[in-house]
């Protein structure tokens, strides 16, 4: 796999560098001053490294975090802390707290230098890379939110050998897709061994994944040509299949890799998927250590009618982000129903 130690990633009024440090070379490239937000979680395992010129604001750990009231906490201590325009705020966390505190950065004082530093093998190899951040409703997830590109992100191996089995086999999950969308040779890594967060190589498929990331960012920047679109591979049953759950029976990273299973067979039924496709992509995730099968509890009628309310449908159409081989997507759209149906139903 090529990579590189730094990358350069591009956006219309400029450029950041994604850096690959030791977390004690992340503190010590912070500026002095910088406001650093986190959770509970990560400063129980890194906050030993933060120094006294760090400003920090921690706020409990988790997904429900990302709400209204937490954001409004972080831009009062923004505000009671006396930042201004040219202090930089740090997100240092998973995508929580890159989605929250990246919130906040992009709309304090219209906009505060932000830096990026994902914790969460999720936040490394996606949440982090692109600039999109926000907030939950309790009218839906991510309903308010804004582009706000970073001035940098540092990222450090190390921090995910803290997180739980649960945490990096979600974040596996996308590490999957990009081999399934873009990245045929990594597919091909991944079917052959179970990657650990102590893997020697783990760092190279994390550099991999964001290159991948970058490629698809930068000629689709606000998610508006259609490029971007191959990342929601596996997300339109999957986004169904996490709301179903309550966001609580499934992590993101559990839901679409049972939707990539089922949009890999969806696709290869329309004619549009290499036959022995859905084998090869369901052999991945579970030498991974995912799930590929539907529990019998799921109502497949339900989660039609989630899919046809998801963002990316356009009036109740179903549009899918389908495989054409291992390694090549398209978009897909006007998918029949008793099509999706058959592909949940098949195990
Ligand atoms: N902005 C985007 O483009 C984008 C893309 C994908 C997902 N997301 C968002 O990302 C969020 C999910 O991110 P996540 O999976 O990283 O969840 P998360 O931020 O909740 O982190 C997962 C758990 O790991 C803990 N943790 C984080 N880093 C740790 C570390 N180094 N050591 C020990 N514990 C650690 C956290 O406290 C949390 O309990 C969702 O809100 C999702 O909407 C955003
Ligand atoms: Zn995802």
Redesign the pocket.
């Known amino acids: 796999l090529s990579t590189n130690q730094e990358m350069t990633i591009r956006h219309q009024n400029g450029e950041y560098a994604v850096r690959f440090l030791s977390f004690r070379e992340i503190v010590a490239a912070l500026p002095s001053g910088c406001r650093v937000v986190t ?4 400063f ?3 906050g030993r490294f933060f120094g006294p010129e760090l400003v920090v604001l921690r706020v409990p ?3 429900r ?2 709400c209204l009231r937490t954001y409004g906490r972080v831009i009062d201590w923004l505000a009671e802390t006396g930042t201004d325009r040219l202090t930089s705020l740090a997100a240092v ?7 929250l505190a ?1 919130f906040a950065a992009a709309t304090y004082m219209r906009g505060i230098p932000l830096i990026q530093v ?6 490394q190899v ?9 907030i ?1 409703l309790v009218q839906g ?2 309903l308010l ?1 804004s582009f706000y590109p970073p001035k940098a992100i540092y990222m450090a191996s190390e ?6 089995p649960r ?1 990096f086999r ?2 596996m999950a ?1 590490v999957c897709k990009y081999g399934f969308v873009l990245d045929q040779h990594l597919a091909r890594v991944l079917a052959g061994e179970r990657l650990k967060p102590h893997a020697g190589n783990l760092g190279e498929i994390v550099r991999r994944c964001v290159l991948l990331k970058k490629s698809v960012v930068e000629v689709d920047e606000l998610d508006k040509t259609g490029a971007r679109a191959v990342l929601n591979f596996g997300h339109t049953v999957g986004h169904a299949i996490e709301r179903a759950g309550g966001y609580r029976m499934r ?3 559990e839901a679409i890799s049972i939707g990539m299973a089922v949009e890999a067979e969806l696709g290869e039924r329309l004619g549009i998927t290499e036959p022995g496709t859905a084998q090869e992509v369901r052999s991945v995730l579970r030498k991974q250590g995912l799930r590929t099968g539907l529990a019998d509890w799921f109502d497949v009628a339900g989660l039609i009618a989630l899919m046809r309310m998801d963002k990316k449908a356009e009036r109740g159409q179903l549009g899918f982000s389908l495989l054409t081989k291992i390694g090549e997507c398209k978009l897909v759209r006007n998918v029949p129903v008793s099509e999706v149906e058959s592909a949940l139903r098949s195990k």
């Not at 996606?126 to 926000?134: C, E, H, L, M, T």
């Not at 921090?159 to 739980?164: E, G, K, P, S, V």
């Open positions: 959770d509970d979680n990560v129980r395992a890194w750990p988790g997904e975090s990302k966390g998973g995508g929580v707290i890159g989605d990246g994902p914790t969460t093998l999720l936040a996606d949440s982090a890379i692109g600039g999109k951040v926000g939950n997830k991510n939110g921090t995910l050998q803290t997180i739980t945490h979600n974040g996308e992590t993101h990273g």
